[in-house]
């Protein structure tokens, strides 16, 4: 059969026809160079390629470059956050007096530049350390290169946390003179170093509040403060101050933090009468029966309180009317601070203070004492002493916090452990771990129930006794 006619211009370009026998021969002549360039699949049916290494060989070189970053990174972060602990600790009255002459004195006299440039180099210095451990193990790890950058970044950011929380913060208070005079140095040339970006950054971190002249008054306060919890831990250690100075201290500082919610007398325990009953024949008779130095007079129901009747002056003074003995209370929130209810006491020459909820209604009474005591620790008279067990109308009783375990068993009849802390606050504390009770918190040993009903500064100073299947005192009433 003939082949069909081509023209001349086209049958140059036609490769050569394959043989037409089953041997294929290696060379292929009839394929166009483009084609043998590009082998067939089936060429590699059966040819096995050497596999590719999943890892890059280590450079000696590099390994240790990486780690000199990594190992200067960290001691730069320590540094500069050693030096920031330091000389910061010496921005009280006292110290920068002491500092004036010395180095430590001129870096304290910028303290907002001082902040910022320690924060930024030891910032910088952690970025460099995560930086390096992310490009080291991306190119370490040619297969996934971006968990290389990951995992590097993040035994960084790990290794810089680890050792800020442990290096510079185990710095004992009362070497920090010594470690601000020898840090001083090494922050006088990082601050030298880092002076083009305060300069920039200083304004701006004032302005949000960053800075230290934002209110040189509360700063003033709390360098104060910071002094003070210095000097008496320093004198505790050096056992200059007992543990009486040491408990007013303390009880000082917590005056400021706490609020007339903490320590109010709760309305469930309040003495109260309306004012219908103040016309009563027999109501001194009543009144010298009752514990309290002061009885809350209500109107219709004990949220509309219109004085306070002072049961001392009234049974000092009999035949005098009683309304003459009537005070009207100061009204305060349940927010309030210590400090300034003393202020507002001060002011108005009032003794007692009716607290209130948010809605208005009456949550307990704070009195004088209560905040005096919040203070120097509760100061019992020997009318109240006799009072440390008080039984209720619903079998129950009310038991001083200062009250010893072992007269509490004397008296009830009760079983309970008389081994240390013997008193009631304590055995409370004991049973719940050593916390700091609330009020509400209640613990059970056998057939006794304990629940805090009031709270001192730092101890139970009253809870409620439930004794199961007893209803009146064994040695009858208190």
Same mark, same amino acid.
């Given at each position: 059969?003939?082949?069909?006619?081509?023209?001349?211009?086209?049958?140059?370009?036609?490769?050569?026809?394959?043989?037409?026998?089953?041997?294929?021969?290696?060379?292929?002549?009839? =394929?166009?160079?483009?084609?043998?360039?590009?082998?067939?699949? @089936?060429?590699?049916?059966?040819?096995?390629?050497?596999?590719?290494?999943? *890892?890059?060989?280590?450079?000696?070189?590099?390994?240790?470059? /990486?780690?000199?970053?990594?190992?200067?990174?960290?001691? $730069?972060?320590?540094?500069?956050?050693?030096?920031?602990?330091?000389?910061?600790?010496?921005?009280?009255?006292?110290?920068?007096?002491?500092?004036?002459?010395?180095?430590?004195?001129?870096?304290?006299?910028?303290?907002?530049?001082?902040?910022?440039?320690?924060?930024?180099?030891?910032?910088?210095?952690?970025?460099?350390?995560?930086? $390096?451990?992310?490009? &080291?193990?991306?190119?370490?790890?040619?297969?996934?290169?971006?968990?290389?950058?990951?995992?590097?970044?993040? =035994?960084?950011?790990?290794?810089?946390?680890? !050792? #800020?929380?442990?290096?510079?913060?185990?710095?004992?208070?009362?070497?920090?003179?010594?470690?601000?005079?020898?840090?001083?140095?090494?922050?006088?040339?990082? /601050?030298?170093?880092?002076?083009?970006?305060?300069?920039?950054?200083?304004?701006?971190?004032?302005?949000?509040?960053?800075?230290?002249?934002?209110?040189?008054?509360?700063?003033?306060?709390?360098?104060?403060?910071?002094?003070?919890? *210095?000097?008496?831990? #320093?004198?505790?250690?050096?056992?200059?101050?007992?543990?009486?100075?040491?408990?007013?201290?303390? +009880?000082?500082? =917590?005056? +400021?933090?706490?609020?007339?919610?903490?320590?109010?007398?709760?309305?469930?325990?309040?003495?109260?009468?309306?004012?219908?009953?103040? &016309?009563?024949?027999?109501?001194?008779?009543?009144?010298?029966?009752?514990?309290?130095?002061?009885?809350?007079?209500?109107?219709?129901?004990?949220?509309?309180?219109?004085?306070?009747?002072?049961?001392?002056?009234?049974?000092?003074?009999?035949?005098?009317?009683?309304?003459?003995?009537?005070?009207?209370?100061?009204? !305060?929130?349940?927010?309030?601070? #210590?400090?300034?209810?003393?202020?507002?006491?001060?002011?108005?020459?009032?003794?007692?203070?009716?607290?209130?909820?948010?809605?208005?209604?009456?949550?307990? !009474?704070?009195?004088?004492?209560?905040?005096?005591?919040?203070?120097?620790?509760?100061?019992?008279?020997?009318?109240?002493?006799?009072?440390?067990?008080?039984?209720?109308?619903?079998?129950?009783? =009310?038991?001083?916090?200062?009250?010893?375990?072992?007269?509490?068993?004397?008296?009830?009849?009760?079983?309970?452990?008389?081994?240390?802390?013997?008193?009631?606050?304590?055995?409370?504390?004991?049973?719940?771990?050593?916390?700091?009770? @609330?009020?509400?918190?209640?613990?059970?040993? +056998?057939?006794?129930?304990?629940?805090?009903?009031?709270?001192?500064?730092?101890?139970?100073?009253?809870?409620?006794?439930?004794?199961?299947?007893? $209803?009146?005192?064994?040695? +009858?009433? &208190?």
């Amino acid at each position: 059969m003939k082949r069909p006619w081509t023209p001349r211009r086209l049958r140059a370009k036609r490769s050569p026809s394959p043989p037409r026998s089953t041997f294929t021969p290696t060379t292929r002549p009839w =394929l166009r160079p483009s084609d043998k360039e590009r082998p067939r699949r @089936a060429d590699f049916r059966f040819r096995r390629t050497p596999a590719r290494s999943r *890892t890059v060989p280590v450079d000696p070189s590099q390994l240790i470059l /990486v780690a000199l970053i990594v190992a200067g990174g960290l001691v $730069a972060s320590v540094v500069a956050t050693a030096a920031e602990i330091a000389l910061l600790s010496q921005l009280t009255p006292s110290r920068i007096r002491m500092h004036e002459n010395d180095p430590v004195g001129a870096l304290l006299a910028e303290r907002d530049r001082l902040t910022l440039s320690l924060r930024a180099f030891s910032l910088g210095a952690r970025i460099c350390v995560a930086a $390096a451990l992310a490009a &080291a193990l991306s190119r370490w790890m040619p297969q996934a290169p971006r968990l290389g950058f990951a995992l590097g970044g993040l =035994l960084g950011l790990m290794l810089s946390v680890i !050792v #800020l929380e442990l290096v510079p913060k185990s710095l004992p208070e009362e070497s920090t003179h010594a470690a601000s005079l020898f840090l001083a140095p090494f922050a006088w040339i990082i /601050v030298a170093l880092m002076k083009p970006l305060a300069a920039v950054f200083a304004p701006l971190n004032r302005r949000l509040g960053g800075g230290a002249e934002g209110d040189p008054d509360e700063a003033e306060a709390q360098a104060a403060e910071i002094e003070l919890r *210095t000097a008496l831990r #320093l004198g505790e250690i050096e056992g200059v101050i007992d543990e009486d100075t040491r408990d007013i201290i303390e +009880g000082i500082f =917590l005056f +400021g933090d706490r609020v007339a919610a903490d320590i109010m007398t709760p309305r469930a325990e309040l003495s109260a009468l309306p004012r219908t009953e103040l &016309a009563s024949p027999d109501l001194e008779e009543r009144l010298k029966r009752s514990a309290r130095s002061r009885v809350i007079v209500y109107d219709r129901n004990i949220d509309h309180v219109v004085g306070v009747l002072d049961r001392r002056r009234l049974l000092l003074n009999p035949g005098q009317p009683v309304e003459s003995f009537v005070a009207q209370p100061l009204f !305060v929130a349940d927010s309030r601070k #210590l400090i300034d209810l003393l202020t507002d006491m001060k002011r108005s020459r009032t003794y007692f203070a009716v607290v209130l909820d948010r809605y208005g209604a009456t949550a307990g !009474v704070v009195a004088l004492q209560d905040l005096l005591d919040e203070i120097v620790g509760e100061m019992e008279e020997d009318a109240m002493r006799g009072e440390e067990v008080r039984p209720l109308r619903d079998g129950a009783w =009310l038991l001083s916090g200062r009250l010893e375990i072992e007269r509490l068993n004397q008296r009830l009849q009760t079983d309970l452990p008389e081994e240390p802390p013997c008193t009631v606050s304590g055995f409370i504390m004991a049973r719940m771990g050593g916390r700091l009770p @609330a009020i509400g918190d209640c613990v059970e040993e +056998g057939p006794a129930r304990l629940t805090v009903t009031r709270m001192g500064a730092r101890r139970v100073a009253q809870a409620r006794l439930e004794l199961a299947g007893r $209803a009146e005192p064994a040695g +009858g009433p &208190a």
